[in-house]
Every structure is written in C-alpha cells, then in structure tokens.
C-alpha cells in the first residue's frame, strides 16, 4: 500500500486564506500609495503661493522679473525685507495688529464662554427662542454694520485709537455656538454636583468647565484671531495716522505709489502670514477637534 505524503504549501485549500490575506494587505499598501501620492498632487497647487512669498523675500528683483520665472532665490538677500520695513512704518504696524487681534481674541473667548455656559447649564424660559436669536445675527452681513459702529465710535470721539479698533468685535455669535456645542458634551450631574457642593457658577465655569474644554476653546481663539490679524476694511475706515494703522493697510501702501515693488510686497506678505501660518501648523488638531466637538454623540 502506498502512502502519499504532500506538502502543505501544495494544498491549495490551505494555502487560499493565505493567499487572499497577501492580497488583501497588497491592496491596501497599493491604494494608501495612490491614496498619498494624489493628496501629493492637491497639496502643490495649494502650498505653492506661501512658498513663493517667502522664496521671493530672499529674491533680488532681475530674479523676480526673470522669464522664466525662478523658483529658487540665487542668494540669502534681505533687501527686500529692509525696503519693506523703511518704506512703511512696518514694526508699529506689526505691533497695532498684535495689540487688536489679541484684545479682540481675549474678549470674545470671555463673553462667548459666558453666553455659551447660560445656554447650556442655566435654565430660562424662552432660551431657544434667544438662542435663536443670538444666531441669527450671523446672517448679518458685516459690511451692513460698518456704517452704524462708524458713527457710533466716532461719535463717541474713539476714532484712529485702539479702543476704536476693538470695540465693535468685542462679543461674536459663532464662538458662542461652537462652545455651546462643546459644553453641551458635559453631563448634567457634573453641574449638579459642583452646586451642591457649594461651587458658584463663575468657579465651576473657571476650575472645571474651561480645563476640560482646552480644544474647543483654543479652536475659537485661533479663528478669532486670524480672523482678526486678517481684516482690512475696519481698520481702514476708523484710522487714519500711520501709529494707528494695522499692517494689512501697510501691505497695501506697497503696492502703489514709490514702493510698488513686487519684492517689498512679498517680504511684508511672508511677515504678516508668519503669525497665522505658525498657529495653523501647532494648533491644527486642535481646530478639528475643536470644530468637531458635538457632532458625534
């Protein structure tokens, strides 16, 4: 009697679990490539404008008027950087900027936190229906108000100062809503709780709520204030001395007159998006997280 020995790489019903799992995992590298390499092709088109800014900084202006045009500077060459702060008064502008986007960032975390927590732990009748007021004022267009807080701020004597800047942005709907939404994630006995043992609103507001609600609440101070370092048409109205000028308006003043140098407008373009650009980079996760808070139960 003769006894057929076979190997178990040649049983091919063994060998099919096998050979379906190289296949398997074959295709998931194989569309995690393709996956990267089209987010790769996106990611050009999209980052090429921020390099130029910052590679045509360090360009010397025949390298910007070259044809065709270079993508590499030929040297580490400041001039454009020294143009741009001599032709502008570039640092106060620099600091008027930091000093307006930072009060409204601050003031609108404080009042949206606090509309945000009588939304959400203190009951009222009739909240909704505020609620759905308050959001309404989205809709509003912003040019809309701009006339009305003109005459309001100088009215009031407060034109070309800082408080005259800030005032009219001090409290904004939609950083009320995004922290309505992350507050809302907290369950109701933690309140109840924090009350009886004797926590006041503003304590249990302060050690408790604001800690655990770091992301959502770092996600509305970046947008605040990139929202802020970015606005152009309030400050250009409200001021009118170059100590009081923002530097969006000092941008603008490159592009005419003596100064139009397209090498001076991209030196103070790579200064003006350096702020924004880095809270972007560090607190991107944040945003998403910040964003998303709410959406899932």
Do not use: C
Not at 232 to 256: C, E, H
């Amino acid at each position: 009697m003769t006894t057929v020995v076979r190997d178990v790489a040649d049983d091919p019903v063994r060998t099919a679990p096998t050979r379906n799992r190289h296949r398997l995992t074959a295709g998931v590298v194989t569309g995690r490539v393709l996956l990267y390499l089209l987010l790769a092709a996106f990611l050009v088109p999209v980052m090429f404008p921020v390099y130029y800014v910052f590679a045509g900084t360090f360009m010397e202006s025949r390298d910007l008027s070259a044809f065709p045009p270079r993508l590499l500077p030929s040297g580490l060459h400041l001039e454009n950087v020294r143009g741009a702060l001599d032709a502008v008064p570039m640092l106060r502008m620099y600091g008027n900027s930091l000093v307006m986007a930072g009060i409204i960032t601050a003031s609108q975390l404080f009042t949206s936190a606090l509309a945000a927590y009588a939304f959400v732990f203190l009951r009222f009748r009739g909240s909704a229906v505020v609620f759905a007021l308050f959001l309404s004022t989205l809709m509003v267009p912003a040019e809309a108000t701009f006339i009305p807080n003109y005459l309001t701020i100088t009215g009031w004597g407060l034109g070309d100062s800082h408080a005259g800047l800030v005032l009219p942005f001090l409290a904004y709907a939609f950083g009320t809503f995004l922290l309505r939404q992350s507050f809302k994630q907290f369950p109701r006995e933690l309140y109840d709780a924090a009350r009886m043992d004797g926590m006041g609103h503003l304590r249990f507001l302060w050690t408790i709520l604001m800690p655990l609600s770091k992301p959502a609440l770092t996600a509305v101070g970046m947008y605040v204030f990139i929202t802020s370092w970015n606005m152009y048409f309030w400050p250009l109205i409200i001021t009118r001395s170059a100590d009081m000028q923002t530097l969006q308006i000092g941008l603008n003043s490159l592009k005419v007159g003596e100064y139009s140098n397209p090498g001076l407008l991209l030196a103070g373009a790579a200064l003006s998006v350096l702020p924004t650009l880095a809270l972007v980079i560090f607190g991107q996760r944040f945003i998403v997280r910040g964003l998303t808070a709410g959406a899932v139960k």
